[in-house]
Every structure is written in C-alpha cells, then in structure tokens.
C-alpha cells in the first residue's frame, strides 16, 4: 500500500513522550531537589505558626509547622521519630510539641526534652533528634532552609519590600496571586516559574481569552528582549502608545523561585510592588507565596485577576473553557508536561533562557561550586531588582 503525506502525521506514529526529570522532581537526592535546598523557601505566613499544628509540604517532604508557647517557630518532620504517628496531631507546649501516641516532647529543633513512658523520663532522650528545619521571619512569611547545614547562606533582603515610600508597609499572602486558580496549584512548579519569561502570552491568554484581565497598556502584541542576568532572566517589554510615549515594562524570573512581576493593572509607573515565591510542594503541585508594599490591608489580595468579571472559584466548567487563564494553560500541559513534545519558536527565547539558567545551576552544584544568588554574608545589602512599570519618551 502506499503512503501518501496527508496520511502521516498520525497520533499512532508518535514515539514514547518523556519529561526532564532533572529540571522537575524535587525531592532529597534529585538534582533539582538539592538545587532548590540551597535556598530559603516561604512554607508559611507568619500567622500559621502558632499553638495548633499546621501541615505542610515542601520540596516533596511532609511537614509540621507550629509556634510553642514562648512564641518560637518550629518545623519538624510530620513522622514522629518513635513510632511514626504523626506530630499534627501533637499538643503544642511551652518547650515544644508533644506527641499524642506515647508524649514524647520535642522542641523547634527537634531534641527529644520528655520520653514519659520511659523510665526516668526517659534515660535515652538525648540520643534521638526529631528532623527538623532552621526557620526564620520576614515580611510577614516564614522561610525555611531544608539544605546541607554547612551550606545555609543567609536570608536575603529584598529593596522593593525594604524601602518604603510614605504610607506604605509590606502585606503577605498565601493565597497563589498570579497562579491564575486555587492556593495549590495540580501541575510542576516549572509549568508556572518559566512562564514569568513569556510575555507573549499575555495579549492572547490574558485578552482575548480569558476576557480583558489587565489595563489596555497591555492588549498589544510587545517588542521583546530577553537577557540573562547574574539572579536569572530579565523580560525587557515596550509598547508605543497612541500619545507618542513608550510604555516600558521589566519582569524578572529570578532564581530559585522568584516571580518578580510589576502589577499588570499599571496603576502606577513605579518599581515592581510585589514578590512571589513559587513554592514546589510536591513533583506535581506547588503554591505561590507573595509579600509587596501596599497603602490598605487586603490590597495583595486585590490584585487578583478576574475572568470575564468573575473569580476563577466562582466559574463554572463551562466558563473555565470558555475563560481560561494561566491555572487552565499550565495545569492543562498535565501533572509534569512532556518535553519531548514541545516544539519551539522565536517568541519562546524567554522559556529557553530559564531552563539554561537552571542547567547552568545544576552544573555548578555539581562541579561543587555554590549556585547563584546564594550570599553567606549577613551585612550584605538588600537585592535590588530592575522590573517595574516605567513611562518613556518615544
């Protein structure tokens, strides 16, 4: 029989589709995985810690985050290191949080204090270590280093959420702004990180799909450049407009994790607002954590993006298809997308760019060299980012 073109091209002739596992599983021992515990990453807004404990997935592990009685935050594994029951259901003390199943008390870093079953109050307590992680508190968040402890850099400091212009101070939300859907978000962190660098997507996506989400600023198709920076990739967008001045946008994909986005809603031509932290809970879910400077309580929340006039939770099915927005764009690629089935073009230089910059990464972990933007020094200053929203003369 003989074959002619329009009979090829069939979904039969496809071969095995494949991911990049090295770009994409998170977990101990994955090369990402130990990429990613480099870093401090948000598990948490500051009020999560408190005297009932309160779960939490990280970096594919299963966790335990709580504040004792001395106002103390702590983050221990969720398997108890006696029996295996889990600390959730533990009873949060003035010392720590003491185990349902047989009492066994632990403090925020993990030292066994009471074994009450025990005899003696327990004569071997000194010898187990429940696991646990180094916390610490900013901008309204609490950080987390699930790293090697002879490589814990410090905390950065960010400028856009230390200098303040007057009336402002720093909010933080858990609720996955920018995520396009719900606090967690079915899909690989990647799916969500990469496309901070592809602002194509914008005026198709965000326009004439989802129904106008943003300011007429940004309808228009951009004139694009995409650089790698020291800190990841920088998004260099302008657009002409109808007074003869140009509409001059930056974003930034900084690594690990970090969606630095000016307000799409333009209100005002200023520094970006906001950062997020895009938080890999798992090989297939993930959330965003974001802290920015505002003027009123809830204004973070209010930069939520609405679907033609509605919030995505207020959608039917039939309105997410007909509306769709980032959370139907990346979770729609499936739980971790095939890259062997991509097929890219020029308006793809961004995603190109972000997936170098963590190879890059990934090579220096591995040649034994620290990854960018790690800083074990503690005077040094706050990260000064270039994205924002900037009017200039044609």
């Given amino acids: 029989m003989t074959i002619v073109a329009h009979d090829t091209g069939t979904g039969y002739e496809m071969k095995p589709a494949a991911y990049k596992a090295d ?111 180094p916390v610490e508190e900013r901008y309204g968040l609490i950080f987390a280093y699930m790293g090697p402890p002879d490589k814990k850099p410090v905390l950065p400091r960010y400028d856009c959420l230390e200098t303040m212009d007057e009336g402002e101070f720093v909010e933080a939300d858990d609720s996955s702004i920018g995520g396009g859907g719900p606090a967690i978000i079915p899909c690989n962190w990647l799916q969500h990180f990469e496309n901070v660098a592809d602002p194509y997507h914008v005026p198709v996506l965000h326009g004439s799909f989802s129904g106008p989400q943003f300011t007429t ?73 974001v802290a920015g400077r505002v003027r009123n309580a809830g204004d973070i929340g209010r930069m939520r993006s609405k679907f033609n006039g509605k919030f995505w939770w207020d959608m039917t099915e039939d309105e997410h298809q007909r509306f769709p927005g980032d959370y139907e764009a990346q979770v729609g690629q499936g739980p971790i997308t095939m890259h062997s089935e991509e097929h890219f073009g020029q308006s793809d230089r961004g995603v190109l760019l972000v997936r170098r910059m963590i190879r890059d990464q990934l090579d220096a972990l591995a040649a034994g060299r620290d990854p960018a933007g790690v800083s074990f020094d503690a005077g040094a200053p706050p990260v000064t980012f270039e994205a924002g929203n900037y009017i200039r003369e044609a």
Avoid at 240 to 264: C, H, I, M, S, W
């Fill in 23 to 133: 770009l994409t599983e998170v977990g101990r021992g994955k090369p990402m995985g130990e990429l990613l515990r480099r870093y401090w990453h948000p598990v948490g807004l500051s009020t999560d810690a408190r005297d009932t404990p309160v779960r939490v997935q990280a970096l594919g592990e299963d966790l335990i985050l709580f504040r004792d009685r001395q106002g103390r935050p702590g983050l221990l594994h969720a398997r108890c290191c006696h029996r295996g029951t889990t600390l959730y259901y533990g009873k949060v003390e003035d010392q720590g949080i003491r185990c349902c199943y047989h009492g066994w008390l632990f403090d925020t870093e993990g030292h066994c204090l009471e074994q009450p079953c025990e005899p003696n109050g327990g004569a071997f307590k000194d010898r187990v270590r429940q696991p646990w992680y």
């Fill in 217 to 289: 600023m940004m309808a228009s198709m951009p004139d694009v450049t995409f650089e790698s920076t020291p800190r990841g990739v920088a998004v260099r967008s302008t657009r002409r407009q109808d007074d003869g001045k140009v509409f001059y946008r930056v974003t930034e994909a900084v690594f690990p994790t970090l969606r630095v986005v000016p307000n799409p809603r333009v209100a005002q031509f200023v520094r970006v607002e906001s950062i997020g932290w895009v938080l890999p809970m798992t090989d297939t879910s993930f959330r965003i954590y």
